[in-house]
């Protein structure tokens, strides 16, 4: 009786062990974050069980602005309040079915573009709710103790106010400056921090562009490539623009493990600024070349109307991501949703 049941269990075990085996090898589907179900035998990386997800959406942040927490020193100097919270434990879909842990500033990668006038009093509210140390560098003028290099913000509701006068005029990074400085930035903590002229700059339809790969099997070589984090999104989302009307783009190259970057843009050519400090341009090109950190800001006009392209002329980068597209129409022209492809 003993060794019937034991010869049953044994039939029943192997029998679920092989079933086992072969649902490993079937074909899964997956609902990426665009809703489009896409279908793999390959192995699928389980987002953390533990973390949240991140939402980002690139045709918001394009254009989207923080002025800060406005208000008036007795002296009259203008006051910008900002609060930053670095997390490293959130998950985001970087491509579809590619779930990767990113780390962040107020919850996105890359974190929210700053933006002051030339003489603001910049004040940064850091708390590091993460679970390793960091720090908030800005590129710019500013005293040493606020460099956010030496002065280690611990994790778990660590605190550091950042103060400083904005300047120069121009775009700059800021990022995470903890050690090791590779890794802390290539899982995405760095944002855009824009320093308007006091005479303003002439309007513009303005737009950030912050250039970044993600290194998701951590062999030190990026797997993606983009404009603004996802991989080919404003080749399927075109970025709209008007014909006659300047752009300005706010470009910053923040890829890391590659020593270079760059940007085309098709049809046209544009007025490059290198990191926005001077007010006459440099070059008129339809190409730059950037470095890690390298910075600029871009203007130009489109006289036709139409599709054109922008991307890496590096053409490893577009091919896994960095492309997009201007869809350039007349005013008054019927204006589709920006998700339209
Ligand atoms: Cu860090």
């Known amino acids: 009786m003993v060794l019937i049941l034991f010869v049953l269990v044994g039939i029943s075990v192997t029998i679920a062990f092989s079933t086992l085996s072969e649902a490993q090898k079937e074909q899964k589907t997956i609902i990426t974050h665009s809703g489009k179900a896409i279908q793999t035998y390959g192995d699928v990386l389980d987002p953390l069980s533990n973390a949240s997800t991140v939402e980002f959406d690139p045709q918001k942040y394009l254009r989207d602005f923080n002025y800060g927490h406005i208000s008036k020193s007795p002296t009259g100097q203008t006051i910008r309040d900002f609060t930053i919270i670095a997390e490293d434990n959130k998950t985001q879909e970087i491509s579809p079915g590619v779930f990767y842990n990113v780390w962040t500033f107020n919850g996105t990668v890359p974190g929210p573009t700053i933006r002051a006038t030339e003489g603001d009093l910049v004040r940064i509210h850091f708390i590091n709710n993460g679970s390793k140390?960091?720090?908030?560098?800005?590129?710019?003028?500013?005293?040493?103790?606020?460099?956010?290099?030496?002065e280690i913000v611990g994790p778990g509701g660590g605190q550091f106010t950042y103060e400083f006068e904005a300047g120069p005029v121009g775009?700059?990074?800021?990022?995470?400056?903890?050690?090791?400085?590779?890794?802390?930035?290539?899982?995405?903590?760095?944002?855009?921090?824009?320093?308007?002229?006091k005479e303003g700059r002439p309007p513009a339809d303005e737009m950030v562009m912050v250039l970044n790969g993600f290194d998701t099997d951590f062999d030190a070589e990026n797997n993606f490539y983009a404009a603004n984090t996802i991989p080919f999104f404003y080749q399927h989302h075109p970025i709209q623009i008007k014909t006659d009307e300047l752009i300005r783009i706010y470009v910053v190259n923040m890829v890391e493990f590659d020593p270079i970057n760059n940007f085309h843009l098709h049809g046209n050519l544009y007025h490059y600024y290198p990191t926005g400090t001077d007010t006459v341009p440099s070059t008129y090109t339809d190409m730059i070349t950037l470095?890690?950190?390298?910075?600029?800001?871009?203007?130009?006009?489109?006289?036709?109307?139409?599709?054109?392209?922008?991307?890496?002329?590096?053409?490893?980068?577009?091919?896994?991501?960095?492309?997009?597209?201007?869809?350039?129409q007349k005013p008054g022209d019927a204006t589709g949703s920006e998700y339209e492809s």
């Open 171 to 197: 775009v700059h990074p800021y990022h995470c400056h903890v050690m090791p400085l590779e890794e802390h930035i290539s899982h995405g903590l760095y944002g855009v921090f824009i320093v308007d002229p």
């Open 291 to 328: 470095s890690q950190t390298e910075r600029g800001i871009m203007e130009f006009q489109y006289t036709y109307p139409g599709k054109y392209l922008f991307h890496a002329h590096k053409v490893e980068f577009s091919e896994k991501g960095w492309t997009g597209l201007f869809l350039v």
């Open 133 to 150: 140390s960091h720090t908030m560098h800005f590129h710019g003028i500013h005293k040493a103790e606020m460099d956010g290099v030496f």
